[in-house]
Nanobody, 125 residues
Framework: HVQLVESGGGSVQAGGSLRLSCVAS????????WAWFRQPPGKEREGVAA???????TYADSVKGRFTISRDNAKRTLYLQMNSLKPEDTAMYYC????????????????????WGQGTQVTVS
């Protein structure tokens, strides 16, 4: 079965950087859509960044220009490079994957994704 395991979270100062990783097992990455979601304390989960099977990417306005999503198919790993971190970026970050077509407008919709990791905590102070 598909398994996604996130890592790379931690505590950083505002303005710092982190790179999150999501290692996938039992998947062919080119057959999936991939995304990062986050859930701040006391708030609902929100889409952060997504990359389609044909390498198109999209970002939430709140992270555009600061975060970059990428993937390495050979390593079966999805990444989220986070720069210029702000306190409002504090959240549990989740890796998600979908098998099958997803429209551009739905790439950051959590209901579009089939598989989820357990999350990695990012705290910015």
């Amino acid at each position: 079965h598909v398994q996604l395991v996130e890592s790379g979270g931690g505590s950083v100062q505002a303005g710092g950087s982190l790179r999150l990783s999501c290692v996938a097992s039992n998947v062919h990455m080119r057959h999936f859509y991939w995304a990062w979601f986050r859930q701040p304390p006391g708030k609902e989960r929100e889409g952060v960044a997504a990359i389609s099977s044909d390498y198109r990417s999209t970002y939430a306005d709140s992270v555009k220009g600061r975060f970059t999503i990428s993937r390495d198919n050979a390593k079966r790993t999805l990444y989220l490079q986070m720069n210029s971190l702000k306190p409002e970026d504090t959240a549990m970050y989740y890796c998600a994957a979908r098998q099958g077509y997803l429209s551009w407008a739905a790439l950051l919709w959590q209901g579009g994704y089939d598989y989820w990791g357990q999350g990695t905590q990012v705290t910015v102070s």
